[in-house]
């Protein structure tokens, strides 16, 4: 989503590097290419005003005139006003002291409230709670029946005492009074809380009804649903591809509901994310929860700090930790650790388990975003097939037990085989082996404490032959000469008989010398005096 807005900033700061002192031009020029990547983006003038306004005094300061890097210090102080903007600090979910939590959505139809509702219940879920969802949007047509087919998808059950609009025609009469001919939410949000009451449900949804755009009946039955449940917290989902709308409809909903907190719906869009940029610093409002994706596992705990990183292509480390924490078993990877360890072999098999845990963690794409400088390989990265995934897993699954875990084995006729069950050309199978191959030769280089071509061994990891250092070898000398030789093998017999430097037998602790009483006599090797010398050397 904010792929324009990166683009803008990193160029605006390519143009500083370099520079040992900045001057006010340079600031002024800098504070313009940021306001116009930010109007670019959509994001509301009033903050765009405030925050380069911020910016521009910081830049003037004291804090980057006496910086070693006066460049690297703009890039700081942008990204600490991206993140005062974005909300400052993480924010999660207010847990009642007495159970049921509950929380209730609003915002307009569209915006992705139903969705949310089971991706909510799933992360909380995960967390180990027991959220049950209420439908109480008895207005958009099938607006229940969608909400049950995405509780079982989420695993969550679903409270759904009436069915609401099933004809596909506006259900609303009797405006401002609440009541409609297919049931009344506020009565069906009541129940549904002292259901989550009598079977112990620990966190309540409610899923509530919107509008395609803001009206007085909208907020009226939204204000009536809140006046009567309570909520602990509630969420105003908005969808980040509206652009400058976002503030005008956010402002509405603070005023007529008074949410509690933001969701950013559909940040996996191509859009240009002012709104994610807008809503908090106008609002006052932090966002908690932003959507990436269309599946149930596709929410992100919003943290400012994080998204400010990835809009300046600083990547997001944490959010990639905390990922493959949630998608790796322990019991593989402590499996996977000791096989590292011992050198053994990697096998398919295993590689079959990283693939489905990396499937976990969702989109490679997306995976790679979050890796600190990958914007400038963006186009490679939008460009990469994920589907390769599959025809390699295919590739995998057609061996037999025994391939999988002794590739060296897999001759002509099984390649051919694997090929043709798994639908690629044979040239694809010796590929992946010679992939495989050169991928455990890495392994177990590198635990041996080796090091990656292209890079030295590191200290103390012992590299190469483990504990042995090879000693210089030295070259014949090629002179025909009979004295030479002579000379030469004397030489090598004394440095072969003289003990070692630092040893017990020289005399010191770092070698002899004279306070120690040895012999500061060196060995003289005759190959390396001028030609001509040997005749002085004794027979």
């Known amino acids: 989503m904010f792929t324009s807005l990166s683009d803008r900033l990193a160029a605006t700061f390519k143009n500083l590097r370099g520079k040992g002192r900045l001057s006010e031009s340079d600031v002024n020029k800098t504070i313009r290419d940021i306001r116009l990547a930010l109007l670019e983006a959509d994001v509301a003038l009033p903050v765009v005003k405030d925050f380069t306004h911020r910016v521009r005094e910081r830049a003037l300061g004291a804090e980057v005139s006496g910086a070693l890097n006066p460049a690297q210090q703009v890039v700081k102080i942008v990204h600490e006003e991206l993140v005062a903007i974005l909300g400052g600090q993480t924010r999660t979910l207010r847990l009642a002291k007495t159970a049921p939590t509950v929380i209730m959505l609003a915002g307009l139809q569209g915006s992705g409230k139903t969705t949310l509702a089971g991706k909510l219940a799933y992360l909380l879920k995960g967390q180990g709670h027991t959220p049950l969802l209420v439908a109480a949007d008895l207005q958009r047509p099938n607006a229940v029946t969608q909400l049950e087919v995405v509780g079982e998808r989420a695993g969550v059950p679903v409270f759904a005492p009436e069915r609401g609009n099933i004809s596909g025609h506006d259900v609303v009469t009797g405006a401002g009074s609440g009541t409609a001919s297919y049931g009344d939410p506020v009565v069906v949000s009541r129940a549904g809380i002292e259901h989550a009451r009598a079977k112990q449900y620990d966190v309540v949804i409610v899923d ?308 120690a009483g040895g012999d500061q006599t060196q060995a003289l090797d005759p190959s390396q005096l001028p030609k001509g010398f040997e005749r002085f050397l004794g027979q």
């Open 208 to 515: 509530t009804a919107g509008r395609l755009a803001i009206d007085t009946e909208l907020m009226a039955q939204a204000g009536r649903i809140r006046a009567a449940i309570e909520p602990d917290e509630v969420l105003f989902v908005i969808d980040a591809m509206i652009g400058q709308a976002a503030v005008e409809t956010a402002e509405a909903f603070l005023e007529g509901v008074d949410f509690t907190g933001v969701v950013l719906g559909k940040l996996d869009g191509d859009a240009r994310g002012g709104a994610a940029l807008s809503v908090a610093s106008v609002t006052g409002r932090p966002i908690m929860y932003a959507s990436v994706g269309e599946g149930v596992k596709d929410l992100e705990v919003f943290h400012p700090d994080r998204m400010a990183s990835r809009i300046l292509d600083m990547g997001d480390v944490l959010t990639l930790i905390e990922q493959a924490e949630r998608a790796f078993d322990k019991t593989q990877a402590a499996e996977m650790e000791r096989k590292f360890l011992a050198a053994e072999d990697f096998t398919f098999d295993d590689f079959l388990q990283q693939m489905a845990a990396i499937k976990k963690m969702g989109s490679l794409k997306s995976i790679l975003g979050m890796m600190p400088g990958m914007g400038q390989m963006r186009q490679q990265i939008e460009a990469f097939d994920e589907r390769e995934f599959d025809r390699v897993e295919a590739m995998v699954r057609s061996m037999t037990p025994f391939e999988r875990t002794h590739p060296k084995q897999i001759n002509g006729s099984r390649r051919a085989r694997i090929a043709k069950g798994s639908g690629v050309t044979t040239s694809e199978v010796n590929q992946l082996l010679e992939r495989f191959g050169d991928a455990q030769k890495m392994m177990k280089q590198l635990a041996r404490g080796g090091s990656l071509p292209g890079m030295p061994g590191m200290p103390g990891m012992g590299g190469g032959k483990r504990g042995r250092q090879q000693a210089p070898q030295r070259t014949k000398s090629k002179s025909g000469n009979p004295a030479k030789r002579a000379a030469e093998a004397r030489a090598a017999a004394a440095r072969a008989s003289a003990p070692p430097v630092g040893s017990a037998g020289s005399g010191a602790a770092f070698g002899s010398g004279p306070a």
